[in-house]
């Protein structure tokens, strides 16, 4: 899912929820080809269906649009936490961004539940608030993801 290093990003700073799914639409557009402001008003209509903070100070919003081919990601750590509506109501400092195609039904579930249990892996998320730089944020997403897949 996620593409290269080029979609992490280390050390994002924002002021709140809003703010920060119109930088990661921003970049999540560049990457991965997509119309930024159609992707925003998708992750914003996704939002007010229920947060996708799923806790533990992570959140995975997430939206389906073409023109894409298969499911993209781009994980973002922040500088400082941000309010998200989250279920235990904590902030966030964590943030995997999943898009996937018009589609993709099953495809996209199954995206989210993978990297749901990426992302509830308590030693892989210490690991991830402990590294600076997005080039090591993305060596332990990937061991981690092909660590998942050999098991």
């Not at 979609?7 to 700073?13: G, K, Y």
């Amino acid at each position: 899912m996620l593409t290269g290093p080029e979609a992490v990003l280390a050390s994002v700073r924002t002021s709140g929820k809003k703010a920060l799914l119109a930088e990661l639409s921003g970049r999540a557009a560049s990457i991965f080809a997509v119309d930024e402001r159609r992707l925003l008003d998708r992750l914003t209509e996704r939002e007010a269906l229920g947060s996708t903070g799923i806790g533990g100070g992570i959140a995975i919003p997430h939206a389906r649009m073409t023109p894409l081919a298969a499911p993209r990601g781009l994980f973002a750590r922040l500088a400082q936490p941000v309010s998200f509506d989250a279920i235990d109501e904590r902030p966030v400092d964590m943030v995997f961004l999943l898009v996937a195609p018009e589609g993709a039904g099953a495809d996209h579930l199954k995206a989210l539940a993978r990297v749901s249990r990426l992302l509830r892996d308590r030693g892989l998320v210490d690991k991830l608030r402990a590294t600076d730089s997005a080039e090591a944020l993305y060596a332990l997403l990937i061991e981690s993801v092909q660590a998942q897949s050999a098991a």
